[in-house]
């Protein structure tokens, strides 16, 4: 990987020695569009004068560095990635000026240019640690700093930072200096800078604080100008708001950070990020075109997200990447959480057992699994541990604690926590010291059965009937798959759901709470009564844990029993249970795009509608055996025409279905409805066939050979010159079926270096296509071969993007995993992040594998 590793072993070294105290960052944005002038001024503390240290730095040049008044050579001092600093005293202070690079991977200070009007647009991205690609600095989350910042940049341009503006100096040469006031102590890779022509709404809002007092927080919203049309302000704005309130109420401890303004920016790498002051978030969460309430919740359990971060993150920070889990896990349950509590979005724990569990189920079942609180040895372990796991498992199990301690006890561990280490860094047993406190429980033995093992367990529910239905005994069977055998005490409730005779309609007759341990759990309640036609395990998706249905409970699923269902939260248990046995091969992939089918149309939770569409497609493409696929086809078309047909006009569904035909569109009259919603010969009441969905139809064609020789994607993009455009036209050439597209498509993001990994991201998806195998096979051997170069060259988000999504999934087959393993066992396979990713990428086809055995012997 380019840039310097940094071990924690290292890393805990430095942090002995040294204590930062102060940086003065300058930096001027007016050299041109390649290079800014970065100058550093470091003063620290070194508990041990005499002994060396390093500064870290990744940048092209440096001019000059200056240690405690004496110059040294850069030439000698540099080596790319460190500056080399012997001779230490007690104070100390360090200056270091370079020119650094803009990026245009998303890393460090990234570059962006509107293609519509031609306006530059910059934003910093640091996390896990590229703060040192914009200024000299000790990079590691523990060696905490006051940061100043000064920026120099055009004149109409405007400047923000962490922090409020203390002096803006007009420049000669149409440029302007803007001072910031310095931070509070806070870690490197939160530091933020965002500057550019940007439209902004500004507002304020006013929190009262629990002693009466009034605190005043400035917010603001900001996009790029030309998608300033569609720019939702206010509505960002009151979720924001609502988000202060709310956890001003909860958390009991003023907002640190004085202002809160958030930025949507281009060619994101993430969803958002929380730099204290100046939240960044995925321009893609701006809406050009219609889209579900579904995005309008995802973007505001995002801004929650990353508001929780403020206090928890941020004011207090994990000494080390081994606890990036203590934050992450926090504010992903804090998300939902504030969502249920503090907006209209009172239903989010559905959304988030049915989408944001499967991520960590998915992530969970692979081979690399492992535990929430994970062994991260240096910067390249931390990169990858972005994951399901520290993110959504971790969130699962708060959920799980606050079921186990209790709500309050939770919360009030959470405060203490704040108060006890505010501008300092914790790892986790600082965590478990105040749940202990609060809750009076032992955490150790949970924290050991949840925290410290990997994997997911398995419950089903065991119901012996005698002649009548007339239950004679019941267990629940806790498993585990040998690799990861841990069995865990599990809180749950389990629902007793009948069809009542006189009415017909499903009831919910009973639910039982109880605590799960071991292998079997018994069952008493249910003894003496009629078998219940469902018996739903982790009913209120209390635990994390995957559940099994009977074959008489599969069977009444596929007559209608899944909508029947009375509640959201029952129903998202039941698709996600038919998700996992498809995905684990013991329910065949014809029968879960059955069950699909027959009961989507009722769904009302509407992520999950769109969620049940994306496995619908994957399973098409994946899990069934090819020689069912095309009768699956005509299933998938036949029936998604219907419900669009049936939707409410204007309704969110139809703009789901919408979507889901064209993506599920087979077959001569299903593409030429397509062509005819495209060109407007067919439409449906409410239904704009507006920009984004034109596009998806266009790249469905093209991926077809039904797009008029490409002709249909240049024209649009004639009318849509836009970033979005231009990415959108990118992909839909690399969705032709002909072997140049796919020749053109891989030399621009693998041969390529240094695109945007939004386009990498765009090409890839559209890259293999189902149906499109034969095309895929010239670039099996490609892949392998340029794995070692992409992973030595690239940046790690372009790297990683190209490991995965270039992986040949299409051709699943025990050649591809015998030349996988092949590769594997060669020398390129050492670096452990690249074999973690290929790794993750071979289970992928070896689960698709098993479940297409599943289908063709069902
Ligand atoms: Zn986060």
């Keep these: 990987m380019t840039g310097g590793n940094l071990t924690r072993d290292e890393a805990a070294e430095r942090a002995r020695l040294l204590t930062a105290e102060h940086y003065a960052v300058e930096l001027d944005l007016t050299r041109g569009d390649t290079t800014f002038g970065s100058k550093s001024t470091i003063a620290f503390a070194c508990s041990e004068p005499g002994a060396s240290s390093f500064v870290d730095l990744l940048a092209p040049s440096v001019r000059s560095v200056t240690l405690n008044g004496e110059a040294l050579d850069p030439a000698e001092v540099f080596d790319g990635a460190r500056v080399h600093l012997s001779g230490l005293r007690a104070e100390n202070v360090v200056v270091i000026d370079a020119a650094a690079a803009y990026s245009r991977t998303g890393e460090g200070l990234h570059r962006f240019v509107d293609p519509v009007d031609g306006e530059v647009y910059l934003y910093t991205q640091f996390e896990p640690a590229d703060s040192r690609r ?33 002096e803006l100096t007009q420049g000669t040469d149409d440029a302007n200096t803007w001072r910031f006031n310095p931070t509070e102590p806070i870690s490197t890779y939160i530091t933020a800078i965002v500057a550019g022509d940007y439209h902004v709404v500004e507002d304020q809002h006013t929190v009262r604080l629990k002693d009466g007092s009034d605190l005043l927080i400035p917010v603001s919203a900001m996009v790029r100008k030309s998608l300033a049309p569609y720019f939702d302000a206010a509505a960002i704005l009151d ?3 609502a988000g202060l309130d709310f956890y001003h109420e909860i958390f009991d401890y003023p907002y640190p950070f004085g202002k809160y303004d958030s930025a949507f920016v281009p060619e994101y790498n993430l969803g958002a990020m929380e730099n204290p002051g100046l939240v960044t978030f995925n321009e893609r969460m701006v809406y050009r075109s219609k889209t579900t309430d579904a995005s309008y919740q995802g973007r505001a ?36 959480f504030a969502l249920t509590r503090a907006t209209r979005w009172q239903h989010a724990w559905v959304s988030f057992a049915n989408g944001r569990k499967a991520w960590a189920y998915r992530q969970d079942q692979l081979p690399t699994t492992h535990p929430i609180v994970a062994d991260i040895r240096d910067l390249e372990d931390a990169r990858l541990n972005f994951d399901g796991i520290t993110y959504a498992k971790g969130a699962s199990v708060l959920k799980q604690l606050a079921a186990y301690v209790g709500e309050d006890a939770f919360l009030e561990g959470a405060r203490r926590y704040f108060k006890a280490h505010a501008f300092g860094n914790t790892t986790l047993g600082d965590l478990l010291a105040v749940l202990e406190e609060t809750s009076g429980r032992d955490m150790k033995a949970w924290s050991k059965a949840w925290l410290q093992t990997a994997g997911v367990n398995t419950l089903t529910a065991e119901v012996d009937t005698d002649a009548n239905g007339v239950v004679t005994g019941a267990r629940i069977r806790q498993s585990a798959v040998p690799e990861f055998p841990t069995l865990r005490p599990h809180r749950i409730a389990v629902g007793c759901y009948s069809s009542n005779p006189a009415t017909g309609a499903v009831e919910l007759t009973e639910r039982i709470e109880l605590d799960v341990d071991g292998e079997l759990t018994d069952l008493p309640q249910l003894a003496g009564k009629s078998r219940p036609g469902l018996v739903l395990l982790n009913d209120q998706d209390l635990t994390y844990a995957k559940i099994r249905f009977t074959a008489a409970e599969l069977d009444a699923f596929e007559r209608g029993g899944i909508a029947a269902l ?21 329910m065949s992939g014809r029968r879960f795009i059955a069950i699909v089918l027959r009961n989507i149309e009722a769904e009302t939770d509407i992520s999950v509608v769109q969620n049940l569409l994306r496995q619908v497609h994957q399973v098409r493409g994946e899990y069934l055996d090819p020689a069912n696929r095309p009768a699956a086809d005509l299933a998938i078309s036949t029936r998604l025409w219907e419900v669009l047909s049936a939707a409410p006009a204007g309704s969110d569904h139809q703009v789901a279905f919408g979507y889901g035909v064209v993506r599920g569109a087979s077959q001569d009259s299903g593409f030429a409805k397509l062509r005819a919603l495209l060109s407007g010969e067919l439409t449906f009441p409410g239904l704009t066939v507006d920009q984004d969905l034109r596009w998806a139809i266009i790249e469905t064609l093209a991926a077809a050979g039904r797009d008029d020789d490409g002709v249909l994607a240049e024209r649009e993009a004639a009318t849509d010159d836009t970033a979005d455009g231009r990415r959108h036209l990118v992909a839909a050439r690399a969705a032709r079926p002909l072997a140049q597209a796919k020749a053109e498509a891989w030399r621009l993001v693998v041969a390529t270096p240094d695109q945007p990994n939004d386009l990498i991201g765009a090409v890839l998806s559209e890259f293999y296509q189902v149906g499109g195998e034969k095309l895929a096979e010239p670039y099996v051997e490609p892949y392998f071969e340029a794995l070692a170069a992409v992973w030595a060259e690239r940046s790690i988000q372009n790297a990683e993007r190209i490991v995965s999504g270039g992986y040949p999934w299409p051709l699943t087959s025990p050649d591809l995993l015998a030349r996988t393993d092949a590769w594997l066992a060669s020398d390129a396979a050492k670096a452990p992040a690249l074999r973690r990713l290929v790794l993750e990428a071979r289970d992928g086809a070896a689960r698709a594998l098993r479940a297409q055995e599943c289908d063709r012997n069902a």
Aim: glycine share 4%; charged share 25%.
């Design 134 to 166: 914009l200024f000299a600095n000790f990079e590691q989350p523990d060696l905490k700093a006051r940061f100043q910042f000064t920026v120099t940049a055009p004149a109409r341009w405007r400047v923000w930072s962490n922090e409020t503006l203390e």
């Design 566 to 586: 009375p509640d959201s939260m029952a129903r998202a248990l039941a698709w996600s249970g038919i998700w996992h046995m498809t995905r684990d091969a013991v």
């Design 301 to 336: 359990n995002t801004i929650m997200h990353e508001m929780a971060h403020m206090w928890f993150g941020d004011l207090v920070t994990m000494k080390w990447w081994d606890d990036l889990w203590l934050k992450e896990s926090f504010a992903d349950f804090m998300g939902a």
């Design 239 to 241: 979720v924001t708001k």
